[in-house]
């Protein structure tokens, strides 16, 4: 916005500062402007507890970005640096914490928490990983915890989607407590596929990211990765195996 004249006009300027575009009728412009993270309206002893810790400064000290274990029924919600939109982050976090608080899944224990934060903040090896998260980390992350994250094997229609495609908080939508009907989810998905022109299905990987997940596979096993998630790696590099075989056939 370069210049908000009378009568509800308003003046847009590239980069260099020319006028490119002139508005009419508007009401009101809002300057989203951010905003500075304080913790000034908590006690010292909390302040002191939640403060972002050397080994990862660019976070504040919560268990799943979220939570400290001191305060289990109070959530900082939007409150991690995500590299990505943060709306469907925000999304998936605040069923996460409803999930928690309702009951609907277990929330851990303190010392539980503790640990899972200690070993969390000392894989933040980089400057750029201790002051940054992924939009993927920070969504699976709230979808796990929460319950809601899909079985990727059973998704077979959007498999690659979901493991390589644009992410939307209705990749969490397809299971767990609060899921919608696959039958409204998929379709919603598959358009929105569509409209980013990305090929979802198991029978559109291409080699390079069967590749990946064929290293993702032999990997987890070295770095004994979460039985679980290692399950369903496995279980999708076998769809994509048999579908390619199928092809050839």
């Not at 847009?12 to 304080?38: C, P």
Request: proline residues 6%.
């Amino acid at each position: 916005v370069a210049k908000v004249g009378a009568n509800g006009t308003v003046e847009i300027a590239d980069d260099e500062g020319n006028v490119v575009n002139t508005l009419s009728g508007i009401d009101a412009v809002i300057y989203a402007t951010g905003y500075k993270r304080s913790l000034e309206q908590f006690d010292a002893d909390f302040q002191e507890a939640v403060a972002p810790r050397a080994e990862a400064p660019g976070f504040l000290n919560l268990w799943n970005f979220t939570f400290h274990p001191s305060a289990p029924n109070f959530a900082f919600l939007n409150s991690c640096n995500t590299a990505g939109s943060n709306f469907s982050v925000v999304e998936v976090q605040a069923r996460m914490v409803a999930h928690l608080w309702s009951g609907l899944v277990d929330m851990p224990s303190a010392e539980t928490m503790l640990q899972e934060m200690q070993q969390w903040q000392a894989k933040r090896k980089t400057k750029q990983l201790q002051q940054w998260t992924t939009q993927m980390e920070a969504m699976e992350t709230y979808a796990r915890m929460g319950g809601c994250a899909p079985t990727l094997q059973k998704w077979p229609s959007i498999v690659r989607g979901l493991l390589f495609g644009p992410m939307h908080a209705l990749s969490y939508r397809l299971e767990g407590p609060t899921a919608l009907p696959a039958d409204v989810v998929i379709p919603a998905l598959q358009k929105m596929y569509k409209d980013c022109f990305f090929e979802p299905g198991v029978e559109s990987f291409t080699p390079q990211e069967k590749q990946l997940l064929e290293e993702s596979v032999n990997m987890g096993r070295e770095c004994n990765l979460a039985p679980d998630l290692l399950e369903q790696l496995v279980a999708v590099n076998n769809l994509v195996k048999a579908c390619s075989t199928n092809a050839k056939l």
